[in-house]
């Protein structure tokens, strides 16, 4: 599973979120998936239900892992009905579900994505105090504004870069390219060996983002500290960065050499994991989950990862942790999902949960197991010495999905790099004017 939140158009949605509401209503008085026997309202004595709120794209959260469920019902008395959300319109049935007090008591979401789409500051309950926050090794991926807002057991928060076939790149004697001259002639000696390169799904707007994202966030690292903060301030505009117009081109001159598929406006990322099995592609600019989708598929396809090659000593970008666990402050049993954070935070189940996954742990007394070849060279490589950087959606406040659009409309040739910026920085000001951001 990818970890962004794709987005569709209000209109579309006007009709089905009536019957998302509907069939995922959190009303536990009709909650179907409680336990036989149980008290959805907690009465004296009864079972309690709560309401895990998930993507159903997330259904093989290691959080609602029906074993892992069953275990803790039968230790607390507390049963966990999940509320699946349809995938698409994830973010606006929450949205509606927390203007209208329709709240679950747990919700599945990303950080980064509940900052900006869901006012995680005024609907969501600060965890700073919990039991388990003592033992975590790394509250920063967990945080927003100096508090714990999210729980997870792992601290690996997924990193993006450009996806390598190792036995591509070994067959041909290529080295990882170190900068954008380099990569370039990578691609050549692959596409003379009648391998496409790269492949880039832009069907999904997300997609055109990966390059652009890591790359910008390593600039300002290293070039300009303040620059998200005087973007979301309204002291510097998106369209007067001469570094991002020229990132936005580098990657859209890959295309126009012809090292990518060529209908990238039609291809999907879920087309991606078969175009690494079968070998058609030999790069692609995504995220480690990639790596982890293909390689269980297929143990004997051998991928890595390096940063966006767009400069010199680049460091690797590091996705905000997606899949966390947040309660909502109009959670009906605040306790009780606090109590179920504590379960799955606990010693034995998080060492369960890391040893399973594969995770890097964030627990002090929670061991990491021994990890994949790719993951491992990612925390020997990149995490333990300190050389990545969080990407771009972690500092923003207003959902993008208006700039990966104007990044499409570059690969449709409507618009030059900066008539895409242009575009979107129109759409920035107004966005951040309607969430009554200071400056605008």
């Known amino acids: 599973m990818h ?7 209000a209109a579309v949605l006007a009709t089905a979120l009536a019957v998302s509401l509907s069939a995922c209503g959190s009303d536990s008085g009709s909650d179907s998936g409680a336990a036989e026997g149980s008290s ?3 009465g004296k004595g009864g079972k309690v239900t709560i309401e895990l709120a998930i993507s159903k794209a997330s259904q093989d959260s290691a959080f609602v892992n029906e074993e892992l469920l069953k275990k803790f019902e039968d230790e607390t008395n507390i049963h966990v009905n999940l509320q ?3 995938s698409e319109q994830i973010t606006t049935v929450l949205q509606t579900k927390l203007a209208v007090g329709e709240t679950p008591d747990i919700v599945q979401y990303n950080l980064a994505s509940a900052v900006t789409d869901l006012n995680l500051e005024r609907n969501f309950e600060i965890l700073d105090n919990e039991p388990w926050v003592g033992r975590v090794l790394n509250k920063d991926v967990l945080s927003a504004n100096g508090h714990v807002y999210g729980f997870h057991v792992s601290q690996d928060t997924g990193m993006q870069g450009v996806v390598y076939n190792k036995d591509i790149f070994k067959e041909l004697g290529l080295s990882i390219p170190k ?3 380099e ?3 990578v691609c050549e000696q692959i596409k003379a060996k009648g391998i496409t390169p790269l492949f880039m799904p832009f069907k999904d707007q997300w997609a055109t983002n990966i390059w652009v994202s890591a790359a910008l966030a390593d600039y300002a690292d290293k070039n300009d500290p303040t620059l998200f903060n005087d973007l979301n301030a309204n002291k510097k505009q998106w369209n007067e960065i001469p570094q991002l117009e020229a990132i936005i081109d580098q990657q859209y001159q890959l295309y126009k050499k012809g090292y990518t598929n060529a209908d990238v406006l039609s291809d999907s990322y879920d087309m991606a994991v078969g175009k690494f099995l079968n070998k058609e592609v030999a790069m692609m600019f995504m995220g480690d989950w990639l790596i ?3 390689e269980t598929k297929d143990p ?3 991928l890595g990862l390096f940063p966006i090659p767009y400069a010199d000593n680049v460091k690797m970008g590091a996705s905000p942790l997606g899949g966390q666990l947040f309660i909502p402050k109009q959670a009906k049993h605040m306790a009780e999902a606090k109590k179920f954070l504590e379960f799955l935070g606990s010693k034995d189940v998080a060492q369960q949960i890391v040893t399973e996954q594969k995770y890097v742990s964030n627990l002090s007394d929670v061991q990491t197991p021994e990890l994949p070849e790719y993951k491992q ?3 020997d490589n990149y995490i333990t010495p300190k050389k990545t950087v969080i990407t771009m959606e972690g500092y923003l406040q207003v959902d993008m999905s208006e700039m990966y659009r104007s990044f499409q409309d570059v690969y449709a040739g409507g618009k030059s790099p900066k008539e895409a910026l242009d575009a979107w920085n129109v759409k920035f000001h107004q966005l951040m004017k309607d969430k009554g951001v200071a400056g605008f």
């Open 3 to 9: 970890r962004k939140t794709k987005q569709v158009s």
């Open 40 to 42: 959805p309202a907690g």
């Open 84 to 86: 699946l959300l349809p």
């Open 179 to 181: 900068t954008y001259e």
């Open 183 to 185: 990569f370039l002639a």
């Open 292 to 294: 982890q989708d293909v």
């Open 300 to 302: 004997n396809v051998h």
């Open 377 to 379: 060279e990612i925390v």
